[in-house]
């Protein structure tokens, strides 16, 4: 059995509009082992979340392909591809995406009531506590700060223990301390659970926590090596 989770091979995808022809993305090739963590970095408009959206297979390549422990994303229509992500693939985004009218524990057990679970609400009690929530089971994302409302979106999604986790930005809109903890909790529940990490970030020591760095410029890889630098304490 392949320990490759994720292979993106020769995607490219470009827009057109009134002005022309814009490329975003030229020649993506990438592979990442089951339970590796990798950061995508770049300037802003280099074309990072375009990349992280393809690979959940949210956004489609103009051309190339994406799979996912070995299934082709783009050889499946858009119910088959909503399946596999709801199986295999979590979400933490910078600006949360919790559903309001929710209660944190309500948000968390979504995704297990979809998948079917019975044991919807005990899991996610339980996935709430790892994430120090415990005493916030019932409170809307309303009157949760920041951090709680990240912890949330946390527990949301590794509570369904995905093989891929997928981040953009996760700290973006958090101050540097809760920003720390958040990083130091998510790197936590990955290695619990072995899960392929990919996160886009604009932060050199969130990087540097991860073993891959894949540098993007212009809609190319310039750079895609281990992560030389010491992981910083958090």
Known sequence: MSDVMIAVQQVFKTV??????????????????????????????????????IIAGLDTPSSGTVR??????????????????????????????????????????????????????????????????????????????????QRVALARAFVVEPAVLLADEPTGSLDFATGSTIMALMFDLNREQHTTLVMVTHDPAIAARCERRITIEAGQVVVDAAATAAPPAM
Request: glycine fraction near 10%; charge should be positive; aromatic fraction near 4%.
């Open 68 to 149: 996912i422990d070995g299934v082709d994303l783009f050889a499946m229509n858009e119910d088959q591809r909503a399946a596999l992500r709801a199986q295999k693939v979590g979400f933490v985004f910078q600006s949360f995406q919790l559903l309001g009218n929710l209660t944190a524990l309500e948000n968390v057990m979504l995704p297990l009531e979809l998948a079917g679970r019975r044991d919807a609400r005990a899991t996610a009690t339980q996935m709430l506590k790892r994430v120090g929530l415990g005493e916030r089971l019932a409170s809307y994302p309303k009157v949760l700060s920041g951090g709680e409302q």
């Open 16 to 53: 057109t509009d009134s002005t022309g022809t814009l490329t975003i993305l030229r020649d993506i090739n990438l592979r990442l082992n089951k339970g590796e963590t990798a950061a995508i970095v770049g300037a802003s408009g280099s074309g990072k979340s375009t990349l992280l959206s």
